[in-house]
């Protein structure tokens, strides 16, 4: 394996359910977290809804996914970043997201918190900060 | 093709997973093992378990890599290698005991 370490963004701006593009999303980033990269998610726009605690897809044929988000931290997914102006405008707040965690081996197995929120402004530094951005 | 246990059919895809993992009961497992020619013990039914409890809680199969950390936190550290899982599941941890537990192939296991 290649010595060289990418920084690698997933964005996410879409809602998760209506097109394939949030599951689509998560899906890769899963498979990609097998090759040791520095990676991390963003959600901004209508993209932090993939985020929101106690999603019922019972209505739109859809599988619900969203007990999935909690797995990232096991796939070594410790760097989320949420755009608080995205979830200003649609009222809502980081209590409205799940509580997601990775748990750090070196530290007793204690949970940390994954979800990091930023501005609009820091986002932009995010992005400009990664080698590789993968837009969804 | 339909697998027989006890007297039911289970719908499984071409590659022999379980349909719907809705379905599976013990018994799933025992034929699938039988036709390998694999005996399970209480290790195998620990790995298939854990397996199961993982997709209700996060509805994905783990991949071998998640599988065999967690499996070392829980069931002891000489437990959480690939030479374990392999030892119990000669085709694969993911592949095998995946199957047997009746979740759908693990993502990104081709």
Sequence with gaps: ?136 | MPIEVNGKSFETDEEGYLANINDWEPGVAEVMSKEDDLELTDEHWDIINYLREYYEEYQIAPAVRVLTKAVGKKFGKDKGNSKYLYGLFPYGPAKQACRYAGLPKPTGCV
Excluded at chain 1, 14 to 31: D, M, Q, R
């Design chain 1, 1 to 136: 394996m290649s010595e060289t370490i990418k920084k690698f963004l997933y964005l996410n701006r879409k809602a998760p359910y209506g097109t394939i593009y949030a599951w689509e999303s998560l899906e890769v980033v899963l498979i990609g977290a097998a090759f040791d990269q520095d990676v991390s998610l963003a959600f901004m726009d209508d993209g932090v809804y993939q985020l929101t605690k106690g999603q019922d897809t019972t209505g739109v044929g859809m599988k619900n996914f969203s007990p999935t988000y909690a797995a990232l931290g096991d796939y070594e997914v410790k760097k989320i970043f949420v755009e608080k102006e995205s979830l200003d405008e649609r009222g809502l707040t980081l209590d409205d997201l799940q509580h997601l965690v990775w748990e750090d081996e070196d530290d007793d197995w204690a949970e940390k918190d994954s979800i990091r929120l930023v501005s609009r402004e820091e986002m932009t530094a995010i992005m400009d900060d990664a080698d590789v951005v993968f837009s969804f």
